[in-house]
């Protein structure tokens, strides 16, 4: 009965090669979002989606695509990946098209890990 | 556009005693601030919001915050904690426009001693 749940928990993998973050929320929200926290903890919105349309997109490098096959998933796919990427990826997800106010819920994080 | 400064990175206490963590933040428009907290190996969760209304505002934990117009701060307080309170503490700020996006600061550590 997990709110938000990611796979895989662990990710590690080689320079160059293409990988996927899963992410579905039981909550019955309309937004989604992508965060990545980098290794000083600093954390920062990736993508938004509501309601499976995308609302946010910062500027990520383009061998990042989000796709959200309905409401209640939002995938994150990853080309060629560089040692850069590593990090730990949160999905979140909030109620409403109102997101700015929302109170977002997290899940548990992917930590990649680029050798 | 927004911005928040979370001025200290690591914050040590004891026990039982009481703790602020600063957070100060910088925008041309009204904004929404959030605390959220983040234990060892897992997500954040939210402590408290400030959408409106009453300046101090009450969350989950014994958590308290006030927001500060004047001085664009909104700390946050507990007047006694727990060792169960080590985490990472993450201030956030939002502008009230739909075109706005939540901003996080860089966190601060609180580590409780015994």
């Known amino acids: 009965d997990t709110a938000v749940s990611q796979t895989p928990k662990y990710l590690v993998t080689q320079m160059g090669n293409d990988k996927s973050i899963k992410c579905e929320q039981n909550?019955?929200?309309?937004?989604m979002y992508w965060y990545k926290q980098d290794s000083k903890k600093f954390l920062k919105i990736m993508f938004s989606?509501?309601?499976?349309?995308?609302?946010i997109n910062e500027t990520v490098p383009n061998r990042f695509s989000p796709k959200s096959p309905d409401k209640a998933h939002l995938n994150l796919h990853i080309n060629s990946l560089e040692l850069g990427d590593s990090a730990v990826y949160f999905c979140?997800?909030?109620?409403?098209?109102?997101?700015?106010?929302?109170?977002?819920?997290f899940g548990p994080g992917t930590r990649l890990l680029v050798l | 556009a927004q911005s928040v400064t979370q001025l200290d990175s690591q914050v040590p206490v004891f026990e039982e005693a009481p703790v602020e963590l600063r957070c100060n933040y910088s925008?041309?428009?009204?904004?929404?601030l959030f605390w959220y907290v983040q234990y060892p190996n897992q997500g954040l969760q939210l402590l408290l919001k400030?959408?409106?209304?009453?300046?101090l505002v009450k969350g989950i934990n014994g958590f308290e915050a006030e927001f500060n117009k004047s001085q664009t701060s909104f700390h946050l307080r507990k007047p006694s904690v727990h060792i169960s309170d080590t985490a990472e503490y993450f201030c956030?700020?939002?502008?009230?426009?739909?075109?706005?996006?939540?901003?996080f600061g860089s966190g601060t550590r609180l580590s409780i001693r015994p």
């Open positions: 979140a997800s909030s109620q409403g098209t109102a997101h700015t106010q929302e109170t977002q819920y």
């Open positions: 909550l019955g929200h309309d937004t």
């Open positions: 989606y509501n309601n499976k349309e995308l609302i």
């Open positions: 925008s041309s428009v009204s904004v929404y």
């Open positions: 400030y959408l409106s209304g009453s300046t």
């Open positions: 956030a700020v939002s502008g009230r426009s739909s075109a706005s996006k939540i901003i």
